[in-house]
């Protein structure tokens, strides 16, 4: 057993049952042998039947299940949790996630030796496509979010937040904006750079459940590059903090954005067919967004 071995099990969860999560993750914190605790934090959800089966948390030894008065979104309650925390090792996991081996917590704990501040495990989504109104969600995170530890190295401030284990006083220096928007892992990983923090990336995934529809898929991905252009303009990340804003940089340094915006005007309706589509084109994704953005850069 490693002294160092105390874990805070963190899950902001909203409007989503989190109950067979919590009951994987502390069967698998007890044959660990780490000392642990499971907080779940509920943001004021609406569906009372989840409320309900979520409750049954508080049953289980070291797990509780809490709620947030009002809706404040998945950042400013992933700081409550971080503060109502015990231990300086916090394990934070999305609600619509389940590990996807039955040893990832010991995988994790192994780790837990402060030569690492971030220990970031990966996300897989299942083999089996989804119905169609979630196919745009599902193909997206195979292509771009499930990364072998190999190509997550690349990149390594690149972090997804749905599964990562990080050392509690890195996460209160790195998670400082509270905004209710989407699409603020932007400013979390840019801020784990500007701190030089120290990532280990091993293969420890949990796999990814829940699908949007299209639509909202759509609509969440615009909002988050809402997001990306507001912390730009605000001076909170640099205009190349993500592939998005340098392959504008690109565009606009040859006088190409009006002409792409015109073309992609042209085919919008051709292209929110094609990602309703069986077949969704996650090329054509990008330009949707890249063109979205651009029109945000326009009209500033």
């Given at each position: 057993l490693y002294l160092?071995?105390m874990l805070?099990i963190?899950i902001?969860t909203y409007?989503?049952?989190?109950?067979l999560?919590?009951?994987t993750?502390?069967?698998?914190?007890?044959e660990?042998k780490v000392v642990?605790e499971?907080l779940?934090?509920?943001?004021a959800?609406?569906?009372?039947?989840?409320s309900?089966?979520?409750?049954k948390i508080?049953a289980?030894d070291?797990?509780s299940?809490?709620?947030?008065?009002?809706?404040i979104?998945?950042?400013?309650?992933?700081?409550i949790?971080a503060k109502k925390?015990?231990?300086d090792?916090l394990?934070?996991?999305?609600?619509?996630?389940?590990?996807?081996?039955?040893?990832y917590i010991?995988t994790?704990?192994k780790?837990?030796?402060n030569?690492h501040?971030v220990?970031?495990?990966?996300?897989?989504y299942?083999?089996?496509?989804?119905?169609?109104?979630q196919?745009?969600?599902w193909?997206?995170?195979h292509?771009k979010?499930?990364k072998?530890?190999?190509?997550r190295k690349?990149?390594?401030y690149?972090?997804i937040s749905?599964?990562?284990?990080?050392?509690?006083?890195?996460f209160?220096k790195a998670?400082v904006?509270?905004a209710?928007?989407?699409?603020?892992?932007i400013f979390f990983?840019?801020?784990?750079?500007?701190f030089k923090?120290?990532i280990l990336h091993?293969e420890n995934?949990?796999?990814?459940?829940?699908l949007?529809?299209t639509?909202v898929?759509i609509?969440?991905s615009l909002?988050?590059?809402?997001?990306?252009?507001?912390?730009?303009?605000n001076?909170?990340?640099?205009?190349?903090?993500?592939?998005l804003q340098?392959?504008y940089?690109?565009?606009?340094?040859?006088g190409?954005?009006?002409?792409f915006?015109?073309v992609c005007?042209?085919f919008?309706k051709?292209?929110?067919?094609?990602l309703?589509?069986k077949?969704?084109s996650i090329?054509?994704?990008?330009?949707?967004k890249l063109?979205?953005y651009?029109?945000?850069k326009?009209?500033?």
């Amino acid at each position: 057993l490693y002294l160092s071995a105390m874990l805070s099990i963190l899950i902001p969860t909203y409007n989503y049952n989190t109950l067979l999560l919590v009951k994987t993750l502390q069967q698998q914190a007890i044959e660990s042998k780490v000392v642990f605790e499971i907080l779940a934090l509920d943001d004021a959800s609406t569906d009372k039947q989840c409320s309900a089966e979520n409750k049954k948390i508080n049953a289980l030894d070291h797990c509780s299940f809490l709620e947030n008065e009002k809706n404040i979104g998945r950042t400013a309650t992933r700081n409550i949790l971080a503060k109502k925390a015990k231990y300086d090792w916090l394990l934070f996991l999305d609600a619509d996630v389940i590990p996807l081996n039955e040893d990832y917590i010991a995988t994790y704990t192994k780790e837990l030796d402060n030569k690492h501040d971030v220990i970031s495990g990966g996300i897989v989504y299942k083999g089996q496509r989804p119905e169609h109104k979630q196919l745009l969600r599902w193909v997206y995170g195979h292509k771009k979010e499930s990364k072998s530890t190999q190509i997550r190295k690349k990149n390594p401030y690149d972090i997804i937040s749905q599964n990562v284990l990080i050392q509690k006083k890195m996460f209160e220096k790195a998670n400082v904006l509270e905004a209710n928007m989407y699409g603020l892992d932007i400013f979390f990983s840019y801020k784990l750079k500007e701190f030089k923090a120290t990532i280990l990336h091993i293969e420890n995934p949990t796999i990814h459940l829940g699908l949007e529809s299209t639509a909202v898929f759509i609509e969440k991905s615009l909002g988050a590059i809402q997001t990306t252009f507001t912390l730009e303009k605000n001076k909170k990340i640099d205009t190349t903090a993500r592939p998005l804003q340098r392959r504008y940089n690109q565009l606009n340094s040859i006088g190409l954005t009006a002409i792409f915006i015109f073309v992609c005007n042209r085919f919008e309706k051709q292209i929110i067919a094609n990602l309703k589509s069986k077949h969704p084109s996650i090329i054509l994704f990008d330009l949707y967004k890249l063109c979205f953005y651009c029109k945000l850069k326009k009209n500033a």
